[in-house]
């Protein structure tokens, strides 16, 4: 099976490359250091699966992948980048992309990429392919909530630290606070307000450790403008004050 890797980094090929071979996949790999070389590369032999990053020079990602929609029409192509804006993904599954991973690339969510793209290699090989084309459409509404609840968990724990919310996360992806919410709590278990909340308290574990770090610092340091809403949200979690763990008091934290 041909696997194409097109990313203008070199170190980022060489990861990739060096993770499929530690997933015991076997590939005949290819690699582009470009959009322009990527597009030669595939008009000359279309690969199986096409792992793409969306800015390169010259020609970007997407860009490429819709000029070789005539070229490769099997070919699955799985978009990399480093970018976590939610325009990217709405447009990469317009053009039949079928994942969105943000770099660095997670082995497991890779493993999980590439293993979904066999699958639909394996039965497009031996089913209709209008069947499959329903089952794609029927796939895209939730291919895109999948995208939107990683994407939101992206943002909460890159900005996490700030005054950040439901608001203003949901501005970022480009949809509303609700509609951000609703789904955020369906499909991971928790509240959005929630998962920010245990962010930060996880967080708070590690800087009540610190020497001489009052309560207040901590509150202000992990977005809270208040301490004593902090302090009451670490009680109600942990079964503790803030400054009873900073003494030593000992609590179960499972």
């Known amino acids: 099976m041909k696997l194409l890797i097109a990313d203008d980094e070199y170190l ?5 490359s060096d993770i ?11 690699e582009a250091e470009s959009g322009k070389d990527m597009i030669n590369k ?3 032999a279309p690969p ?5 990053d969306i800015h390169m020079p010259g020609i970007n990602g997407l860009k490429a992948i819709e000029e070789l929609e005539n070229f490769a029409p099997n070919t699955k192509w799985i978009i990399l980048t480093g ?4 325009e990217y993904s709405r447009k990469a599954l317009r053009l039949g992309v079928i994942d969105y991973l943000l770099k660095p690339v997670d082995p497991k969510e890779l493993e999980e990429s590439i293993n979904r793209a066999i699958n639909i290699i394996s039965e497009e090989k031996g089913e209709d392919k209008i069947s499959i084309k329903l089952q794609q459409q029927n796939n895209t509404a939730k291919d895109m909530t999948d995208l939107l609840v990683r994407q939101a968990k992206t943002i909460a724990e890159a900005h996490f630290k700030e005054s950040i919310g439901v608001s203003q996360i949901a501005e970022k992806v480009n949809i509303t606070p609700n509609y951000l919410s609703s ?3 369906k499909y991971a278990g928790v509240s959005l307000t929630t998962y920010l909340t245990n962010l930060r308290l996880e967080e708070s574990l590690k800087l009540l450790q610190k020497p001489g770090i009052t309560i ?3 509150s202000a340091e992990i977005g809270y403008s208040s301490s004593r ?3 009451h949200l670490f009680k109600e979690k942990y079964g503790i004050s803030p400054s009873e763990y900073q003494i030593g008091e000992t609590c179960n934290f499972s």
């Open 83 to 86: 970018f976590s804006e939610f």
């Open 12 to 16: 980022v090929r060489f990861s990739v």
């Open 48 to 52: 199986d699966i096409g792992l793409i």
């Open 216 to 218: 207040k610092e901590v």
């Open 229 to 231: 809403h902090f302090a």
């Open 42 to 44: 595939v008009k000359t």
């Open 183 to 185: 789904v955020f709590k």
């Open 20 to 30: 499929l071979k530690e997933l015991s996949f076997s590939f005949d790999i290819t």
